[in-house]
Nanobody
Framework: QPQLMESGGGSVQVGGSLTLSCAAA????MGWFRQAPGKGREGLAG????????GYADSVKGRFTISRDKANDTLYLQMNNLKPEDTAIYYC???????????????????????WGQGTQVTVSS
């Protein structure tokens, strides 16, 4: 299956912004997740291949935006107004699915996504 590869992580101060990218070609349903130390994997935002957004987690709603560039098969997560609690490893994940399954499900759930990137670290400091 096509590989997923994240980039764009780094260190930023509170209130700053970062944009994560994920090369994600050929999948129907795609999402961004994160895992902070000692915590489970949290689904942040999902999107179908026709750019329909499935939903956002409450923790990031209004601050993060998921989008996709069809021309280069890249998934993005624009993160604004970053907080220390956003510090985590961020992953993109994907699955093959019909649109009806993907759209309207809200924030993605990690157990439903079988294909994962290697992750990229985001650190937010005050």
């Amino acid at each position: 299956q096509p590989q997923l590869m994240e980039s764009g992580g780094g260190s930023v101060q509170v209130g700053g912004s970062l944009t994560l990218s994920c090369a994600a070609a050929g999948y129907g349903c795609m999402g961004w997740f994160r895992q902070a130390p000692g915590k489970g994997r949290e689904g942040l935002a999902g999107l179908y291949s026709d750019d329909a957004v499935t939903g956002y987690a409450d923790s990031v709603k209004g601050r993060f935006t998921i989008s996709r560039d069809k021309a280069n098969d890249t998934l993005y997560l624009q993160m604004n107004n970053l907080k220390p609690e956003d510090t985590a490893i961020y992953y993109c994940a994907a699955r093959y699915s019909y649109r009806a399954w993907c759209v309207g499900r809200g924030a993605p759930r990690s157990v439903e996504y079988p294909h994962w990137g290697q992750g990229t670290q985001v650190t937010v400091s005050s």
